[in-house]
């Protein structure tokens, strides 16, 4: 007999943190207890992106999507939605019953997006070989081992356009021909897994729900360059995606579909994981690759690049997690299939992590060439609290920001570049009016600080420079040559830098000068954070003629700052003042305001 | 030595797809739907379902989907209806093991509606 309901409970760190594992197990023990364990199958699968609204559990065949569960929800839905055959409304998504005989329709979230690099998130469980197998799995390897040369690989590559997902973009199908054609016996395949832009979980989420797919992605590059050994340099705060790879390792060695003779091919090939400590610059490839040494994480000059000398000083393809997710399908459905979505500059899907203030975070799977509006609006549903949407952060810490005028680009590698920001591995930060883009620059600034790892000059002193004169403009003692500074400091640090890390560290400030200066005049000359985010540039003040003097907020303040009678409007001592903004959220009468 | 030869991966692939097949609701225009309240499963709804599921699955039809609802009550159950783009809505009375096997066999594979367990739905108003 087979199962009349199969229950898809999410796997990823966002819904695991939300209890989503006791949940599993929870279904699993109703299950039994109520006498159905035969008739339902429940999957631990990997991220469905509707972050927002995790932990997510979907029941099929019914496609009924139930958000926001709780282990203690497991009886309810085994007895009535298994047994009985009735939804849960009050945990369904759209808070109503699918209408019978209805094609089952994808909700909006997902309604513009196409997953390729997600295609099995949220639809196998990541932890067993033979679902990703059934998916397809390992038919891409099958044909590059038996039916194409290494040369057909590059040329099928070279026809799908796929550019490196980590950020610059540059030709996958290049560097791979650049590493085959090096006349050396060893060779190495490295998966750049160290993803470190603030807010963005594209590559972890991909190695949590289907880490199959860039094992078999890899094994295929070992062939067609002629490598035999591959590495995986994963940070180690992804402990789940760490296991995730490790389980999904044992298997394919189980199965021989990693070691020795694969597939009774002849052809070795293995992959170690190497775990970083979480240095952000150790995402650069030259320091990625002097990490997997065992040296400190430090960027090297190029050329030589690694596809000529990388790790060890033998030639290496290095790739990033969401590109190596791309390569088996294109092998499978042909590189014009690849190049037939997206745009004519940049081929097929971006995978972004859409955060900050959204109605719908989560992870988002759409072709190149929809407009961020698209990205914000229809997917994400807009701006969260009917609050007005001010900009987005692209790119992360090497990125700019995007605004209004520009929602309405296209988004592809060089559309983002002409306007100021780019691509970057993925990050996607909304902002809302109450983000004073100076602050949201000096955090930028302050992250890649903190990550530069101070081998060159531009990059180590240009970076603190720039920092402290922002931090000087945010305490209301920024002066009018500053921004010129600015602008001198920037030009060296991006001629002068090692490393992309230094090289793009003045991004997020130059994008936000060019769109915002008026933000910048206003804490300049006016000494005034419009937003009110600013607290050396802002005073909180009582409104007397809305306050009714019922102390609440006199009650509340923790450094005694405001005193007046009852029933009286009361007055803030401004020189005592911590502008905690305590007593405007404690005010029922918005009488106090922010100057 | 292999320990994985081509033949066996495929032989995996083929065992598997199918179970993963199933999962897959997308495409399919046919619904049963199986009225399943505490009344209809007292007449032996389950066993009805069961059974609908099994020939479902030994016949291979992917363009089936069952799911369950509450009960159909005032009707002669276990209720049955059956929905597809060429034959419309369809519902079934009485429908106990052997009806169930005809149901399959005529309406779902071959497309013929089974006239003789066919019934109207009545209401509870009426």
Known sequence: MGFRNYILVCGGTGCESSRSDQIYHALIDEAEAQGVADQVQVIKTGCFGFCEQGPIVKILPEDSFYVQ??????????????????EVTRLLYNKAPRKAYEEVEDI??????????????????????????????????????????????????????????????????MKWNFTKQENNPVKYVVCN??????????????LEGDPHSV?????????????????????????????????????????????KDILGSGFDYDIEIRLGAGAFVCGEETALLQSIEGHRGMPKPRPPFPASKGLWGKPTVINNVETWANVAQIINNGGEWFA?????DSHGTKVFALTGKICNSGLVEVPMG???????????????????FKAVQTGGPSGGVITEENLDTPIDFGGLQKIGSMMGSGGMIVMDEDDCIVD?????????????????????????SLCNILEKITQGKGEEKDIEQIQQIAHAMRIGSLCALGQTAPN?????????????EAHIVDKKCPSGKCKKLISYEINPSKCIGCTACARKCPVGAISGEVKHPHKINGNVCIKCGVCKETCKFSAIEIH | MAKLSLSELHEIRSREERNLKKRDIHGRSVHVVVAMGTSGIDAGAKLTLNTIADDVEKLGLENVIITQTGSAAPNPEPVVEVYSPQSGLVVYGSVDKEAAHRIVSEHLRDGRIVDDLRIEIKTKEQ
């Open chain 1, 69 to 86: 569960v709780k282990p203690e929800d497991a009886k309810e839905l085994i007895a009535e939605h298994v047994i009985k055959g009735r």
């Open chain 1, 108 to 173: 909006g979230f997902y309604k513009k997006q196409q997953r390729i690099v997600l295609r099995n998130c949220g639809s196998i469980d990541p932890e067993n070989i033979d679902e990703y197998i059934a998916a397809v799995g390992y038919k891409a390897l099958e044909k590059v081992l038996f039916e194409m040369t290494p040369d057909d690989v590059i040329a099928e590559l070279k026809t799908a356009g796929l550019r490196g997902r980590g950020g610059a973009g540059f030709p996958t199908w």
């Open chain 1, 193 to 206: 897994a160290d993803e470190g832009d603030p807010g963005a979980y594209m590559d972890r989420s991909t």
């Open chain 1, 215 to 259: 094992l078999e992605a890899m094994t295929i590059c070992g062939k067609t360059v002629g490598a035999h050994q591959g590495f995986i340099y994963i940070r180690a705060e992804y402990p789940l995606a760490i296991h995730r790879l490790e389980v999904a390792m044992k298997q394919a060695r189980e199965y021989g579909l990693l070691g």
């Open chain 1, 340 to 344: 037939s979505i997206g745009t004519p």
């Open chain 1, 370 to 388: 929809t407009t961020l509006r698209e990205i914000v609006y229809d997917i994400g549903g807009g701006i969260a609290h009917g609050k007005k």
């Open chain 1, 440 to 464: 949201v620059a000096k955090f930028y600034l302050n992250f890649t600080v903190d990550e530069s790892c101070g081998k060159c000059a531009p990059c180590r002193i240009g970076g603190k």
């Open chain 1, 508 to 520: 997020p400030v130059l994008s936000s000068l060019r769109y915002f200066p008026e933000e910048y």
